[in-house]
């Protein structure tokens, strides 16, 4: 998630917490979707697939990314992640019992690209969805 615009930018489904399934696919997607054109904090909290070898290094390839964990029992730091991931859960993933991993992977890209990003409405973003802001931020620069 990017802060500015609460848009869910890079995701991975996985059957397992490694870093190859996980945080590097959705990593990998973050920086198709929005190229890091400046310096950038990569804020988690400290599961093994943000801190592992794997990842750590990857994120280091950048000179512009400096990567921030959560000290231990300090959930706050991470609370808009954790507050988008209780959105999904509630509002999509408790909701359905999903046939195949295929239909679950089509029902999050569906929850996440076509109602999250485009049509949920954030309160800190002046109750605009985050695609919304990004259009009326950007009108606002130009």
């Known amino acids: 998630m990017d802060l500015y615009d609460r848009k869910i930018i890079g995701w991975a489904l996985s059957e397992s917490m490694k870093a190859i399934d996980t945080t590097i696919?959705?990593?990998?997607?973050?920086?198709k979707n929005r190229p890091i054109t400046g310096d950038l904090i990569f804020h988690s909290d400290r599961g093994?697939?943000?801190?592992?070898?794997?990842?750590?290094?990857?994120?280091?390839?950048?000179?512009?990314?400096?990567?921030s964990m959560s000290r231990k029992g300090n959930c706050w730091d991470n609370a808009v992640a954790e507050s988008f991931f209780k959105t999904l859960k509630t509002g999509l993933i408790y909701q359905q019992d999903f046939i195949t991993r295929a239909i679950a992977k089509q029902?999050?890209?569906?929850?996440?690209?076509i109602w999250y990003n485009r049509q949920r409405r954030h309160s800190v973003l002046g109750y605009l969805s985050p695609v919304d802001f990004s259009k009326v931020s950007f009108q606002q620069v130009a």
């Open 25 to 31: 696919p959705a990593w990998q997607m973050a920086l």
């Open 107 to 113: 029902s999050v890209f569906e929850y996440i690209e």
């Open 48 to 67: 093994i697939q943000y801190a592992c070898y794997a990842f750590t290094d990857l994120i280091k390839q950048s000179s512009t990314v400096l990567q």
